[in-house]
């Protein structure tokens, strides 16, 4: 079972707070590298097992870099994201390349890059001839369709947007064979934020039996089996974290009664978690700015959703720790409000804290992933500065916080000033 803790003491982040104002986001260095060690452990019986870390999660180049030193590649789905991950020194097979609705400079860049492309719909195939000619390796996404159940976040599989059905599967790689590629992967990812480890060992062993049939039918051969990210992670203390050992070995039956068992073997396992890898060494630091007291008790912070809009987004539960009052007993019933002129921007709804303060500070947790990256300028609210917190107990700033000059980057005022209106 989780409890929440903070890795840093009121002085140490007070003393930070004096440097860089909040509200900020900070990542733990450490607890982060941990994490992905722990990661690659669990699947050492794999050899080529390569996690992908999905670069949307928390978009940041700092953050890539100890990724890739730790050995972690970049499952990239935007230009952006694939300039992220070159500046990163992440090249070649070391990108995964998962788009959906793809413009064609995208793929352009990504057969660049070298990337490995994994293909959306049957429809690229020729657009992605067309446009950059077929590369000599390629992944195809599955959607399974009602055979798998999926969640709030994802939805269920047949009515989401991502995939080839079962049939356009086998069409499409018998297309892609002959037109004379040899390499291929197979990919899906149905769930997000997925807390039961079982999920994971069934979606692996699908697409096992899928690389069993494929192989079977169409003579060709599978690299490597993508199973996704979105291994979820405890947002509420008292949550079961996911044990990796059970996933782990779960696939690796699997693994052994389909993959071994036909002779298809070596194939190496990817995934491409994002959540996982950041979301919970990250933390959203915010003052009290007003108490409120109308028909509820509002605390209303000087963050607001468009630091972390998944509250807002989803309802999704964050934790929230008030410095100095950790210990102190929870009494008075909160919700806890950020400035946007919409009455959804609360962090937390009803949530029993301790009785508060103006000026407390407050860390709201788990917002490494999809956090500081679905940020946004609604209501002119300016994107927040983004810090790490090093092994050795430094703080580095890595992303300096927004100014008004940022906000108006793209507006000329000199033609607005002789604009006639
Ligand atoms: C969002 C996404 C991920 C990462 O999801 P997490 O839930 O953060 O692990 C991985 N792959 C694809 C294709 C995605 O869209």
């Given at each position: 079972m989780t409890k929440k803790s903070v890795p840093f003491s009121q002085e140490k982040l007070n003393a930070v707070i004096k440097d860089y104002p909040t509200p900020f986001h900070i990542y733990d260095e450490k607890k982060m590298r941990e994490n992905a060690r722990a990661l690659i452990r669990a699947f050492s019986w794999n050899e080529g097992f390569r996690e992908y870390f999905a670069v949307k999660a928390a978009p940041n180049p700092f953050l890539m870099k100890i990724l890739a030193a730790e050995g972690f590649g970049a499952d990239c789905s935007s230009l952006p994201e694939l300039i992220i991950a070159e500046k990163c020194g992440v090249t070649g097979e070391d990108i995964m390349f998962t788009s959906n609705d793809t413009p064609a400079e995208e793929f352009i860049e990504a057969?660049?890059?070298?990337?490995?492309?994994?293909?959306?719909?049957?429809?690229?195939?020729?657009?992605?001839?067309?446009?950059?000619?077929?590369?000599?390796?390629?992944?195809?996404?599955?959607?399974?369709?009602?055979?798998?159940?999926?969640?709030?976040?994802?939805g269920h599989p047949e009515e989401a947007k991502y995939g080839f059905t079962r049939e356009q599967l086998f069409e499409g790689y018998k297309i892609l064979r002959d037109k004379g590629i040899r390499r291929f992967g197979i990919h899906t990812m149905v769930a997000s934020n997925e807390l039961d480890p079982l999920y994971f060992v069934e979606t692996a062993g699908i697409l096992f039996t899928l690389i069993a049939e494929l192989s079977g039918e169409l003579g060709i051969r599978f690299e490597f089996a993508n199973i996704g990210g979105g291994l979820g992670i405890p947002y509420r203390p008292g949550q079961k974290p996911l044990d990796l050992e059970i996933i782990s070995n779960g696939i690796r039956e699997r693994y052994n009664a389909v993959i071994e068992k036909n002779g298809l073997s070596p194939l190496k396992l990817f995934m491409e978690c994002g959540r996982y890898i950041t979301g919970p060494y990250g933390y959203l630091i915010s003052r009290v700015l007003h108490l409120k007291n109308t028909y509820k008790h509002f605390a209303g912070l000087d963050a607001c959703m468009a630091n972390l809009m998944r509250p807002a987004l989803y309802g999704a539960y964050h934790h929230i720790t008030v410095m100095g009052k950790e210990n102190a007993p929870a009494t008075t019933l909160y919700d806890v409000t950020g400035s946007l002129c919409e009455n959804n921007d609360?962090?937390?709804?009803?949530?029993?804290?301790?009785?508060?303060?103006?000026?407390?500070?407050?860390?709201?947790?788990?917002?490494?992933?999809?956090?500081?990256?679905?940020?946004?300028?609604?209501?002119?609210?300016?994107?927040?500065?983004?810090?790490?917190?090093?092994?050795?107990?430094?703080?580095?700033?890595?992303r300096r916080a927004e100014t008004a000059d940022d906000y108006f980057a793209t507006l000329d005022w000199g033609k607005m000033a002789n604009f006639k209106a």
């Open positions: 057969e660049r890059l070298g990337a490995i492309i994994n293909l959306d719909d049957i429809s690229h195939i020729p657009f992605l001839e067309h446009c950059a000619g077929l590369p000599d390796i390629i992944c195809c996404r599955y959607n399974p369709g009602p055979l798998k159940k999926g969640n709030l976040i994802i609360k962090f937390a709804i009803d949530r029993k804290l301790p009785e508060l303060a103006e000026g407390d500070i407050v860390v709201i947790h788990d917002a490494g992933a999809h956090g500081h990256a679905m940020g946004f300028n609604y209501n002119g609210k300016l994107r927040s500065a983004e810090l790490l917190l090093r092994e050795n107990g430094d703080v580095e700033q890595i």
